[in-house]
């Protein structure tokens, strides 16, 4: 494993919240935003993807049910020991949160999404499906940070099989994506260099949620959660909880 790409958990009281981090990453890039929920009381769990914080070469032997799986393993021990939990992710974490969410409905009270990716355009990305068996890997995405001296722990090459199926996760979870009902906080950066605008749009477009709120992130890059506007989305993060968790035990 890569030093700094550790798993975080925390055990606090009975509200929770599950961090996903993005595609080729490590919990390094969420890190500061979990200890920052789990120093404000919340049952915390931010675990390292199979594949992930390792090698590239390892992660293309692994599949997006391989991801999916691990996040919905720790979705099971939060609820074992929650009353309520909120999911959040980064990038693809974001579209392995709303797949927990299109799957397990009751069990997820809330989304936070940091621009969450389940759409891109590229055009080279239609290629992956053959160009894979040919090239292992193209070039790195990481570490689009605007704050100057910020670094984001990932691999500089991008696996081309695990490309091709987060593609097919990408798929799933945008066919299902009416299924999403729960209460959505969304930060978007419009500066954005990985993931487009019109992946948002797109999920806003087809979620069933009618509880959904943006926020623009405007004085940072992909990677939100390290820039300049990581402060905003903890404190964001934490007032959504509360209020979210408030909803879902006020009488009816």
Partial sequence: MLPGAEPFSHDGRDVGVLLCHGFTGCPQS????????????CSVRLPLLPGHGTTWQEMNRTRWTDWYGCVEAALADLRSRC???????????????????????????????????VKAEDRRLALVPVLRFVVPSTPGIASDIARPGVTELAYDRTPLHATHS???LWRVVVADLPRVTQPVLIFRSPSDHVVPASSTALVKERIGSTDVTEVLCEDSHHVATLDHDAERIVQGTLAFVERVVAEQEAPR
């Avoid at 959040?88 to 990716?117: F, I, K, T």
């Fill in 30 to 41: 969420l890190r500061g935003w979990a200890e920052q929920l789990a120093a404000a009381g």
């Fill in 83 to 117: 009353r309520s939990v909120v999911v959040g992710g980064l990038s693809m974490g974001g579209a392995l949160a709303l797949r927990l969410a299109e799957q397990h409905g009751d069990d997820v009270a809330g989304l936070v999404l940091v621009n969450p990716a």
């Fill in 166 to 168: 987060m593609l097919q």
